[in-house]
């Protein structure tokens, strides 16, 4: 029965249950939707289960290494024959073709235990190992087979479609008997399945890129599933280590899994993320694997887990991170130090990391063991078949016996076979010759500098390249005087000596202000063979590095050049070399420009430049004027805001005292003259307004004889208040003529004497100590405003008293001012108008 | 007096001019002086011929600093009909100064006209320029000049990244070079500087011959006739040494060395020659001419073309 007709008959019974009213709602055996993920509990039955993690080993029938591959078919040529594809397998120990029969693999063959797994078009096949038999073979319809693992005589084998996208996503999990291929159970669902891994009695699937369900081997049953939040499965891996999945990053099935997310598993980092392609550390579990020579798999980082791990971590067999690049390997250290570098005469279809380095095979049939410590060959044999692919059952393969020495491994470094990657006429390969460009230049040794420069000046080179190594040389911080030298060389013709890569030394140059560059530098920038669309850049160089010694080179060029036709389009080398004379050539080299400018011969680019120069500094010096008056302005609106923050709210009566104290003699003048006037006055009282500023308005005076008014009011013209921030307040001054009866004097000390020094006295006891009288609009008995035109102004309209507190105070302020005080205001009130207040304008 | 100045230097202008324009690439410096020195004869019985002296250095002196390109010009004609070294040194600093393509163009003619030592100088320097015409006139001015430093200065020529420029290099070195040079212009064949054909054929003793032979078949057929047309104009060639020249001009045929043979016999002398070497190398050559066959056979002229 093939599968189509199994999904038909499947389908056929389903039909029939629903039709039958037996919908039932118990949860499907795998793959529901309705089944709870990360569950802990779930993973306990599946974790207790799992073998102690053991060393790799081999697991084929045969107990040996081997191979089994796909051959690459060859069109006939001269002299040879057209070869069909084949499918073999091959003893790596003993160099031995087991077997070997004409097959055309669509995938590559799986070895598992005594069965060879692989596909055709169309159907998964099983092959015998040892004969290359085949065992049995199972349709596909329109599902691609994807790949198998086995436990014991369980095969299970996946086969999907729709991993690229589209409406069709199907799912295929099948548990077979290893030799017949007889069904054990099986598993259809619409979504995309990965490769199956089975490990201790559990088949692990990645299921959607986002999930792994962990089905029983024995029944299909599905125990559990883990699903990532944050991060995407695309493959699971089960080795004697243990069980392995991630995409990028590695996780380690454990405990910890459950967790769902990348930092509560046991994880790391995806090693080499740096490495052109973003290499995977293992195939995309979603594809079919090529069985024909393809470009897929052929980057790949290769690594084998430690078996002995701690807990929580991730550690690597032999501290080594294998990067396969077609035909290059790099080898790096567990931090991802570059430990050596190989190229190889052909790309590598598929490797192994061993304890003792990297089993490679190549397209060429031949297979080696790249050591561990250094990259040299260990081990190799040829197998003269020219492969598609191939898979290993190697275990920890220890070849015995040495390999033939690679002559070309005698005095090789690290810096010679990153040299010769990076050098390599392989442009299929530009990106990893630019990734050994730039583990390159991070070495420390100064030639380096002069074999980058040999390779950029290689005609070549590709353009990718040449950008990696200028990237590169830019970042150097040593060999920096092979820069230097590369300026000593100059064209010529018959020598067929080129330019030095100016683009490329000069950037690097100024990047490490190499001032010794100078005078290389100003040989290029005099020397007519130094490319056009350098020399601006070479300019800049003598211009950046140099000093006031670069001004007559320069301004040899500026006069040669500044009428040519040369630059009668795009003048920026004479522009650049204007510049240099700008900057370094004093008021001399402005005046030089100055001329050259003036001159009608001058190009017109070369006057706009030399000009642009002149109004750049105008334009910079009024922008620095500009920030430093606005600085200034800031600072002082900033000491402006503080003082302002610092005054009082209001003026307390103290404050206000003080101001009237300074102008006692006046007063006292004025108010000697009523008293001879009117010798039953008791009190004289001032009432005005103070603005913020200090100002004042309003004035009025009680008594408000013409007399007095006009007497005091000259004084009252010339008061001037502290400042405070209330808008503006209400103020009085009372000057009590009798002693004992003023109210402001209060609880104070009667001071004997003459009333300006009583109000002093006062002024000094009240300090700083707002007293807090009865709110003004209480007040009944409010001053009349003055009368004549020495009379201060009217309110321009009535002033309502409003309740509360400061933050009341309507925009006309003065609410909550000092307010008229106790009974001498009455005393004083010849000049008062009853009962009206005061605030309502005169008549 | 202004008007009989005027009239003066607009006569010596008219006059200088042209021989400015005539001034040729590979003219010899024997013959730009014989040109230069002819220039400068009044003509018979003309009145009119002006006489501009080193006298007037400094009345025309400031006219090289006018904005009027027009008057610049006019002013570096008179200093060349001067003909005295001492106007080298204000066209120097006319050079030096910047000056539009023209200008430049027409001083660095001036100087090679006046083919004074004292502005090898400055004609160094315009090797360097950055437009290959400047440098292609400083290097034929150099090759004007007669001092031993030239034909060193020249090789730098054959170094020059413009064809045009190697070319005049080589063809100057042709002119004035001498043993010496022949390594590196024989190094410039090699490179491709046709041009140094023809200067090898020039200066070139009886022994680089064979060394020439060897490019026959590596470079166009009409660039090698034209070093062998130098070698056998020369008197100081073996007739003997031409017949081998001959004899492998033969070997090589073709019609493009039929015409070149043809020609050759028109050099040498006709009817009865007492001279049996002459005689004889007559004969070879006419023999020669006869064995090429007219119509096809040998080397045609589109094999030639593409031996290049």
Not at chain 1, 305 to 334: C, H, K, L, Q, T
Not at chain 1, 436 to 454: C, G, K, N, S
Not at chain 1, 527 to 539: C, G, S
Request: proline share 6%; net charge negative.
């Amino acid at each position: 029965m093939n599968a189509a007709t199994r999904f038909g008959s499947f389908a056929l019974l389903l039909g029939l249950a629903l039709a039958g009213g037996c919908a039932s709602t118990a949860p499907r055996a795998a793959f529901s939707y309705q089944m709870a993920d990360n569950v802990a509990g779930d993973l306990q039955p599946v974790l207790a289960a799992q073998p102690a993690p053991t060393g790799d080993t081999l697991t084929n029938a045969l107990g040996v290494p081997v191979a089994v591959v796909t051959t690459h078919p060859l069109e006939a040529a001269e002299g040879q024959e057209a070869t069909q594809a084949e499918l073999a397998a091959l003893n790596l120990e003993s160099g031995e073709v087991l077997w070997r029969k004409p097959f055309e693999a669509m995938t590559r063959p799986q070895v598992l235990g005594d069965v060879v797994v692989t596909s055709v078009r169309g159907a998964v096949v099983a092959l015998d190992l040892r004969s290359g038999d085949e065992l049995w073979r199972e349709e596909l319809d329109e599902l691609a087979y994807v790949g198998a693992s086995r436990e014991g005589n369980t095969l299970v084998w996946v086969a999907s479609v729709g991993v690229a996208g589209g409406a069709n996503r199907q799912g295929l999990l099948m548990a077979v008997n290893a030799r017949s291929g007889s069904e054990i159970w099986e598993h259809r669902i619409q979504g995309v399945l990965g490769h199956p891994e089975v490990r201790g009695g559990y088949v692990f699937v990645p299921w959607d890129r986002q999930n792994i369900a962990i089905l029983n081997l024995t029944d299909g049953v599905e125990t559990a599933r883990l699903r990532t939040t944050d991060d995407v499965i695309g493959w699971v891996r089960a080795e004697p280590q243990g069980v392995f999945y991630g995409y990028r990053g590695i996780y380690r099935f454990d405990e910890r899994s459950a967790s769902g997310t990348k930092q509560g598993s046991t994880y790391r980092l995806a090693p080499l993320a740096e490495a052109p392609r973003e290499p995977l550390v293992q195939d995309d579990g979603y594809y079919p694997t090529p069985g024909t020579r393809s470009a897929r798999g052929r980057i790949r980082v290769y690594y084998e887990p430690e078996a002995s791990a701690e807990p929580g971590a991730i550690p690597v067999e032999g501290d080594r991170f294998y990067f396969v690049y077609f035909r290059y390997v790099f080898a790096f250290d567990g931090d991802e130090n570059l430990i050596w570098a190989r190229t190889l005469p052909r790309d590598v279809v598929r490797a192994h990391a061993l304890t003792g380095g990297l089993l490679t095979i190549a397209e060429d049939g031949n297979a080696r063991l790249l050591g561990h410590d250094a990259g040299t060959l260990r081990w190799e044999k040829d197998f003269d078949l020219e492969l598609a692919s191939a898979g290993l059952d190697v275990g920890d393969f220890a070849p015995t016996g040495a390999g033939s020495a690679d002559p070309a491994d005698e005095g090789r470094t690290l810096r010679t076979s990153l040299a010769e990657i990076a050098g390599d006429p392989d442009n299929r390969l530009v990106p990893a010759r630019a990734f050994a460009v730039e583990l390159l230049a991070q070495m420390e040794e100064p030639e380096i500098t002069r074999d980058l420069l040999d390779l950029y000046a290689q005609r070549s080179t590709p353009s990718a390249l040449r950008e990696a190594i200028g990237n590169a040389l830019r970042a150097r911080t040593v060999g920096t005087d092979f820069l230097v030298t590369a300026l000593e060389q100059h064209y010529d013709f018959l020598e067929g000596t080129p330019a030095p890569p100016l683009g490329l030394i000069v950037p690097a140059l100024l990047e490490q202000r190499v001032d010794g560059a100078v005078e290389g530098l100003v040989s290029h920038m005099l020397d007519h063979e130094t490319p056009r669309e350098d020399l601006a850049l070479v300019i800049r160089g003598v211009v950046e590095l140099g000093d006031e010694t670069v001004v007559p080179p320069l301004t040899n060029f500026l006069t040669l050049y500044h009428a040519d036709s040369l630059f009668a389009e795009n003048a920026d080398a004479v522009a650049v070399a204007a510049e240099g004379i700008f900057r370094h050539g004093g008021e001399e080299g402005r005046q030089l420009l100055q001329t050259t400018m003036a001159q009608p011969r001058t190009r017109e680019p070369v006057q706009v430049a030399v000009q642009g120069l002149f109004d750049r500094e105008q334009a910079d010096a009024a922008a620095q004027a500009r920030a430093e008056a606005e600085a200034e302005a800031a600072a002082a609106a900033e000491a402006a805001r503080a003082e302002a923050a610092a005054r009082p709210l209001r003026l307390s009566q103290a404050q206000v005292n003080e101001v009237f104290v300074a102008h006692t003699e006046h007063l006292r003048t004025c108010i000697e003259g009523e008293l001879e006037r009117n010798p039953q006055l008791g009190q004289v009282r001032l009432a005005f307004i103070i603005n913020q500023d200090g100002s004042h308005q309003e004035m009025r005076f009680a008594p408000n004889s013409p007399e007095l008014v006009a007497c005091l009011e000259p004084v009252m013209s010339e008061l001037e208040f502290p400042k405070f921030r209330q808008r503006r307040q209400r103020a009085s001054f009372t000057v009590s003529l009798r002693g004992g009866g003023d109210e402001q004097a209060g609880d104070e000390e009667v001071v004997m004497g003459p009333w300006w020094e009583r109000a002093k006295v006062r002024a000094e006891a009240e300090g700083g100590e707002r007293r807090i009288g009865r709110p003004w609009w209480q007040v009944r008995h409010a001053a009349a405003p003055p009368q004549g035109d020495g009379g201060t102004a009217q309110p321009t309209q009535p002033e309502q008293p409003a309740q509360g507190s400061e933050g009341d105070q309507s925009p006309e302020g003065g609410e909550g001012g000092q307010a008229p005080e106790g009974d001498g205001w009455n005393e004083g009130g010849e000049g008062g108008n009853g009962e009206e207040p005061w605030w309502l304008p005169g008549q | 007096m202004k008007t009989t100045k005027n009239r003066t230097s607009r006569v010596a202008l008219a006059l200088v001019a042209g021989l400015l324009c005539g001034a040729t690439l590979a003219a010899p410096a024997e013959a730009q002086r014989g040109r230069r020195a002819a220039a400068q004869q009044p003509e018979e019985g003309d009145s009119r011929r002006p006489t501009v002296t080193i006298a007037q250095l400094d009345e025309v002196t400031p006219k090289l600093e006018s904005a009027n390109t027009d008057e610049v010009r006019e002013a570096l004609d008179l200093l060349v009909a001067m003909d005295d070294r001492r106007v080298v040194p204000p066209i120097a600093a006319l050079l030096r100064s910047g000056q539009q393509d023209a200008i430049t163009d027409r001083a660095l003619n001036a100087l090679k006209v006046l083919a004074a030592p004292q502005s090898i100088e400055v004609l160094v320097e315009f090797t360097t320029h950055r437009r290959e015409g400047a440098r292609r006139r400083a290097y034929q001015a150099l090759a004007a000049i007669e001092d031993r430093r030239v034909p060193g200065l020249l090789e730098r020529g054959l170094r020059d990244s413009d064809r045009t420029v190697r070319g005049a290099a080589a063809l100057a070195l042709g002119e004035v070079g001498g043993e010496a040079n022949l390594d590196v212009l024989f190094l410039a064949f090699e490179r491709g500087v046709v041009e140094a054909a023809i200067a090898i054929g020039k200066i070139g003793k009886e022994d680089s011959l064979p060394r020439y032979a060897e490019f026959l078949g590596r470079e166009p057929l009409g660039v090698m006739l034209s070093g062998y047309h130098e070698y056998l104009r020369r008197d100081d060639i073996d007739l003997e040494k031409k017949a081998a020249i001959v004899e492998r001009l033969g070997e090589v045929s073709g019609t493009m060395v039929r015409r070149f043979l043809q020609e050759y016999l028109t050099t040498l002398p006709e009817g009865r020659i007492r001279n049996r070497e002459i005689r004889e190398h007559r004969e070879l050559v006419e023999t020669t001419i006869r064995r090429i066959p007219v119509e096809g056979g040998g080397v045609t002229m589109g094999q030639e073309g593409a031996a290049q």
